[in-house]
């Protein structure tokens, strides 16, 4: 067999997900056990959502996690560029290969006419997707709209009959009928390509052996491999892993769950802790030995050991676990050092000093003034929001509309912050006091307390989202049918 060669290749478009470092340390205990290579490539192509913040925040957090990478940016190899926004002349190259074997083409339709397809195709209740309009254009038509610099993408052919085939190292053999995959878009209108065609074209060029992704990619498999067989290359062996999952079975998500590695490393979880768990959501050491370490699991590791079943991202199961760490790993020397370590972090005790230091007298103060700047939980009872103005229903659209409010922010300062929360309080005719007055319930645990603003600025989003999602569960909860009617009044507030 050729030397094993894996990869994880997120996209900066958000924070670091847990997700992420699950599938990169599945993938580079398989590469590292098989002595091979594990790749770090970035899928930056959006250039409306990507950024530099996101790359260096993931980045960082693999590396604070352990899960470091033999090739991928700063670590060059003989495969690179790893960043796709900087390989465009190869995806540009590619797809002209395509397009003169007939495999792809170029295709006009407009955004008005592929959105009426689409709500006929809802109607009818027929199969979603491109219904080929622009396959059989003439190539004089093509050259002729595009002297017109028409607006145009590049889609991939498809065959209309038969199935596509193909074998998953968990699951065995799968089918699925070609006449479930569209017509896949490989170079959109702005000249950049799509996931799946810079996915294939880079798995291919960095000689990637094995690609381990979640289930989730199951139904793109059969474009990829139809990329494969039209560039006449041997596509790599499949293994899609089991996704994380909600306590609900639904895929583990931010409404839900803590999802940013940022979150667990504000929190104090010792990163072999997290990376140990995350090693137990598909798979365990065959004496069934819950706590082990990265090297253990590479030597014991076998990929046919990972469990199918969706695994649930229990948070309790994670405490314990790092608890054990802290206990049998770490000296009271050491406790204290890492203690003192993440205690005095110093972007975030740089910001909360100048707030403690005008309302405290005494050092003693600042642990009950501001705990909960570093405390996981807050213990509130209902009764908490009991001195709010506010009626409890008026409360929880507070509190509801402000977490969605805060999720959308592109800019997370205190001035946008404080100009978002006065707009939502003058749409909803309360006084910007009493808007405040569940906020500061939810997020400081005290009715009064240090600014709730600049308490919000300071914390992680994460951390301001599970407060205020804790904060409504108390409350009663929002139901789906109410839920429904809060997001369609809040939609009419923008």
């Not at 409306?48 to 090739?71: F, H, M, P």
């Not at 695994?311 to 203690?339: A, C, H, M, Q, T």
């Not at 404080?418 to 909803?428: D, P, Y």
């Not at 009715?447 to 999602?469: C, F, G, H, K, W």
Request: aromatic content about 10%; some cysteine.
């Amino acid at each position: 067999m050729s030397r094993v060669r894996t990869r994880i290749a997120p996209s900066p478009t958000g924070d670091p997900h847990v997700g992420t470092a699950y599938i990169a340390l599945f993938n580079r205990c398989f590469a590292h056990q098989n002595n091979g290579d594990f790749v770090l490539r970035v899928e930056d192509t959006d250039q409306a959502r990507s950024t530099k913040k996101s790359e260096n925040d993931i980045l960082n957090s693999l590396q604070w996690l352990g899960l470091t990478w033999d090739e991928g940016p700063a670590s060059e190899g003989n495969c690179g560029p790893y960043r796709q926004s900087e390989r465009s002349q190869i995806y540009s190259k590619h797809i002209q290969l395509l397009l003169g074997k007939g495999k792809a083409f170029h295709c006009f339709c407009s955004e008005e006419r592929l959105s009426s397809l689409r709500n006929e195709q809802i109607t009818n209740k027929t199969q979603i997707g491109y219904d080929g309009h622009c396959l059989d254009m003439s190539n004089d038509e093509v050259q002729r709209r595009l002297a017109l610099n028409e607006r145009f993408v590049i889609r991939m052919k498809v065959p209309e009959h038969g199935d596509c085939v193909f074998n998953d190292m968990l699951r065995g053999e799968i089918r699925i009928a070609w006449s479930q995959v569209d017509m896949q878009v490989l170079i959109k209108s702005d000249g950049l390509p799509t996931y799946h065609f810079a996915n294939v074209v880079d798995d291919h060029l960095m000689e990637i052996s094995h690609v381990i992704r979640g289930e989730e990619w199951i139904n793109s498999v059969p474009k990829h491999i139809l990329l494969y067989q039209y560039f006449g290359w041997v596509p790599p062996i499949f293994c899609h892993m089991p996704l994380l999952r909600n306590a609900d079975k639904s895929k583990l998500s931010k409404r839900k769950n803590p999802t940013s590695i940022g979150y667990y490393k504000d929190m104090g979880y010792l990163p072999e802790a997290l990376v140990n768990y995350l090693g137990l959501m598909g798979w365990s050491l065959p004496s069934g030995e819950e706590k082990f370490s990265p090297k253990e699991m590479i030597t014991e590791f076998d990929i046919n050991r990972v469990s199918l079943g969706g695994p649930i991202f229990d948070i309790e199961k994670l405490n314990w676990l790092n608890g054990k760490y802290l206990r049998e790993e770490l000296s009271d020397v050491d406790f204290l050092k890492k203690f003192g370590d993440w205690l005095s972090r110093d972007e975030k005790i740089t910001a909360i000093v100048p707030l403690l230091k005008e309302r405290v007298d005494k050092f003693s103060d600042v642990v009950d003034l501001g705990g909960f700047f570093i405390a996981a939980d807050l213990t509130l009872t209902a009764d908490d929001f009991s001195n709010s103005k506010l009626d409890p229903a008026v409360i929880l659209r507070v509190l509801q509309f402000s977490l969605w409010r805060l999720e959308s922010l592109k800019k997370w300062s205190h001035d946008e912050i404080q100009s978002h929360f006065q707009l939502m309080a003058n749409q909803l005719g309360i006084k910007i006091r009493d808007f405040l007055s569940p906020l500061f319930v939810a997020i400081t645990g005290r009715a009064v307390s240090l600014s709730v603003i600049e308490s919000i600025t300071i914390l992680d989003i994460n951390i301001v989202r599970m407060r205020l999602r804790t904060a409504i569960e108390l409350l009663g909860g929002v139901s789906k049918k109410k839920q429904k009617l809060l997001e369609k009044e809040y939609k009419s507030l923008n």
